[in-house]
């Protein structure tokens, strides 16, 4: 799993409560990050492949090809595969070699390719897992600038500087710091270990405070927009902010889970290092503490990347299709779904999220579409410029058959008639 705790095992003088947690049943906790890992990695492959039949199912309504929404989304996705990858990496050489990596516990050993395979190998951990975090705040802040109305074509540029260049700079000055003046004889104390849990938790911590916040106003502004369209807010139109909140809930719900653990488990092992015994009979519930959110990290950690799929897409089937003709044709968008009813219709429920450079092909595939079939309720909300625009919000309602179609017959006519 992630956590700095594997930085400071490099460190042949590491402190008592990093020994106390890596030293417990190591083989056990090694095979659960391998199982747990390749569990998440086949599956969020599977999930971010193209299908065959394509795993949403929008009737009349062609989707937009993949553009900046999908590529943020798809990023978050393979920097968590690459992060799991190489927790397997790293699992596996531990268990398959454990004279090997028994060397980095020797003050004087002049081997130096353990330790060389330790930092680096925690080092991409935690490089890619940061890279997560902050594409996952960008995703937030885009979302948000969008609906206000505030982006650009360039802000997919800007979040590759923020993030590749704020998770380089950060690994790197933390491990820095923390093997100073050198990895064989790490400084002790935790005044030198906690600038580099600070660089490992820092965009963790930005997340969980800062992402809320920035969905809760998008599904406000979202909610505006509904409203303004004609004045009134009708149960379709609070079906859709629902959806949206929904989304956005089980986006952050996703995040907690996986690491929520790490923080828990990080502060307990804070408050047994400042013990001047951590075996003290005492300490018994916190060292307990400790173990078993460290085994939860090791599980959850690495099912991040597969349950974060869920929550942006959904499942999306086994029905995987590599041609690749087939995966031009093929749309990446936040997780729509649709229901084939009674009548032969299929209406589409939820929020999709379609991105710059293809706005206009949609609109006009809606158009040539409408004078067949018309959604019952969509809106689309663009920045200023649609030409510029780097996000749209298309949302439209569920249509359950007939009897509804004829129910809500009026809102149809005059919505076909505008």
């Not at 599956?43 to 900046?68: D, F, H, M, N």
């Not at 173990?291 to 999306?316: C, D, K």
Request: neutral net charge; glycine residues 8%; proline residues 4%.
């Amino acid at each position: 799993m992630a956590s700095p705790r594997l930085e400071t095992f490099c460190c042949p003088n590491r402190d008592a409560s990093t020994e106390f947690v890596i030293s417990f049943q190591p083989l056990f906790f090694g095979a659960i990050c391998i199982g747990s890992a390749a569990f998440g990695v086949i599956l969020s492959i599977i999930q971010i492949l193209p299908k065959r039949r394509g795993y949403r199912r929008l009737g009349q309504y062609p989707l937009p090809k993949p553009a900046s929404s999908s590529r943020i989304l798809l990023i978050i996705s393979i920097c968590d595969i690459l992060g799991s990858a190489g927790i397997i990496l790293r699992s596996s050489i531990w268990l398959g070699l454990p004279d090997f990596i028994s060397q980095i516990s020797l003050v004087n050993n002049n081997n130096v390719w353990p330790e060389v395979f330790c930092v680096g190998s925690a080092m991409w951990i935690q490089l890619f897992f940061s890279a997560s975090f902050w594409w996952t705040f960008c995703y937030a802040v885009d979302v948000f600038l969008v609906v206000k109305r505030s982006a650009g074509i360039s802000t997919i540029v800007l979040y590759h500087m923020i993030t590749w260049g704020l998770a380089v700079l950060l690994c790197v000055e933390g491990v820095a710091m923390l093997y100073y003046p050198s990895i064989s004889s790490c400084e002790n104390g935790l005044q030198h270990a906690i600038p580099h849990y600070i660089t490992t938790y820092a965009p963790m911590l930005l997340v969980l405070i800062v992402n809320p916040v920035l969905f809760s106003r998008t599904v406000s502004a979202v909610t505006s927009l509904l409203k303004g369209r004609q004045g009134i807010y009708t149960e379709n139109e609070r079906r859709l902010g629902t959806e949206i909140k929904i989304r956005f809930f089980k986006i952050m719900l996703v995040f907690c889970i996986c690491w929520l653990p790490n923080l828990i488990n990080e502060s307990l092992l804070f408050y047994l290092e400042m013990q001047d015994d951590i075996k003290a009979s005492n300490l018994k519930n916190i060292r307990n503490a400790v173990l078993i959110t460290w085994f939860i990290m090791a599980i959850l950690n690495p099912m991040q990347g597969f349950l974060n799929t869920l929550a942006f897409h959904g499942w999306t089937g086994f029905d995987v299709d590599l041609s690749l003709q087939r995966r031009r044709e093929l749309a990446w968008d936040s997780g729509s779904t649709s229901v084939p009813t009674a009548g032969g219709y299929n209406g589409v429920v939820g929020s999709t999220f379609f991105y710059q450079g293809h706005v206009q092909e949609a609109k006009k595939n809606m158009a040539a579409n409408g004078q067949q079939h018309q959604p019952s309720d969509g809106i689309s909300v663009l920045s200023e410029g649609s030409e510029s625009s780097t996000i749209e919000i298309h949302i439209s309602s569920e249509l359950q058959g007939y009897e509804d179609v004829d129910a809500d017959g009026e809102s149809l006519d005059s919505s076909t008639k505008h």
